[in-house]
C-alpha cells in the first residue's frame, strides 16, 4: 500500500496501527469523547482528519500514559476543548506552545484527577461497612 499525504484521510485499521489500538477501542473512544468525530461514509466506514488523530493520541496519552479514568480523560478533553487551538497541539501527550495556556492546561488536568480521585474515594466510603 502506498503511502498517504500528510493532511490525507486515514480508515480505522490505519489509525489502529499508526496508534497500536484495537479498532473496537477507537469505536469506544467515539461513544466517551464528545470531541471525536470521524467522517463516516458508504455503509458507516470511518474516515479521521489529522485533528480526529490528535485527540485520539491526546485521549490515548491521558488513559495509557496520565493514568487517567475515562471520566477523568472526558473531563480533561472538555477542558481543552475550551481551551485556545494552538495550546491544543500534542504529541504523545506533550504540551506545546504558549506558557500560560499550558499552565491552565496543567491545572484543569490536575483538578479532573482531584476529581476522579474525590469520586473514587466517596465510591470506597460507600462500600464500607
Request: aromatic content about 6%.
Amino acid at each position: 500500500m502506498a503511502d498517504k499525504a500528510a493532511g490525507a484521510f486515514q480508515t480505522i485499521s490505519e489509525v489502529s496501527s499508526a496508534l497500536d489500538l484495537p479498532a473496537h477501542v477507537l469505536r469506544f473512544w467515539e461513544t466517551k469523547f464528545a470531541q471525536l468525530k470521524p467522517m463516516k461514509r458508504n455503509g458507516g466506514r470511518r474516515y479521521y482528519r489529522p485533528e480526529d488523530i490528535e485527540i485520539l493520541e491526546s485521549i490515548k496519552a491521558l488513559l495509557y500514559q496520565e493514568g487517567f479514568t475515562i471520566k477523568g480523560a472526558q473531563k480533561a478533553m472538555t477542558s481543552r476543548k475550551s481551551a485556545p487551538a494552538t495550546s491544543l497541539k500534542t504529541s504523545a501527550g506533550a504540551i506545546a506552545d504558549a506558557a500560560p495556556s499550558a499552565n491552565n492546561l496543567a491545572i484543569s488536568q490536575a483538578l479532573a484527577l482531584l476529581d476522579d480521585a474525590d469520586n473514587r474515594l466517596n465510591r470506597l466510603l460507600q462500600t464500607a461497612p
